[in-house]
């Protein structure tokens, strides 16, 4: 069996003495879209962050490829192959389209990056559109494009994408999905986290429930998908 991509073991985290994350594991296998599903509240951020080095885990044990990462900042993640998409895509407004993809390849060398932008800009045809407008002044859907695309500019072997489709119109959500199976065939492992549980299970290979900061259901996209609890507890059926 191959080696995990991404092995989490027994995770916690508390704010304040508030348990968030009470002992999370997951894994992501080399290729795969994982979904970290539940409602607000339920941990989701709180775990990927532990992950992406925002935050120490104050318990657990995290791995990627085989080497310990547990307790790195998240410069090191991000040289060690994992990119965060935040939550509200976090674009920096007041720049264009171009220097926010430049500064998501502050970890590559200066002649790299004109690739990685061609890169960028072969996946986003769109942004190419807009490579000189102010990144604030783009339509929700384009910022999240933007987002993606400038976590991609470091050349990750993981991205992480928080809630990726909040906020944006049903159609530009769609999009936003045929955009990340579209990264993930290029051979980046994507940890999807989201509230929109069916847009998620039809494209994730696996999956994770969470409910008050523990992992409660696990299996493949379309068992979680015909799960009588996940049609209960989130999908209204």
Excluded at 82 to 92: D, K, N, Q, Y
Excluded at 212 to 233: F, H, M, N, P, R
């Amino acid at each position: 069996m191959s080696q995990s991509l991404l092995d989490v073991s027994g995770l916690a985290f508390a704010y304040d003495g508030a348990a968030a994350v009470r002992d999370v594991s997951l894994s992501v296998e080399p290729g795969e879209i994982v979904a970290l599903l539940g409602a607000n509240g339920a941990g989701k951020s709180t775990t990927v962050r532990m992950i992406a080095g925002v935050l120490a885990p104050q318990k657990g044990d995290i791995r990627f490829a085989g080497e310990v990462l547990t307790g790195s900042p998240s410069h090191v993640v991000v040289r060690r192959g994992i990119t965060l998409v935040p939550e509200g895509r976090l674009v920096f407004p007041q720049m264009t389209v171009m220097e926010n993809l430049q500064l998501g390849a502050h970890i590559k060398q200066r002649g790299e990056i004109a690739a990685l932008v061609d890169k960028a800009f072969a996946l986003f045809p769109r942004l190419a559109e807009r490579r000189g407008q102010l990144a604030g002044s783009m339509s929700g859907g384009e910022q999240q494009m933007l987002a993606i695309a400038r976590g991609l500019m470091a050349e990750p072997r993981l991205i992480i994408l928080d809630e990726p489709s909040l906020g944006l119109m049903p159609i530009v959500v769609q999009e936003v999905f045929k955009l990340i199976e579209a990264v993930n065939k290029s051979g980046i492992g994507v940890l999807l986290v989201e509230q929109n549980l069916h847009q998620s299970l039809r494209i994730a290979h696996r999956g994770y429930v969470l409910e008050k900061g523990s992992v409660v259901l696990s299996g493949t996209g379309q068992e979680l998908l015909a799960d009588a609890y996940v049609q209960k507890a989130f999908l209204g059926r």
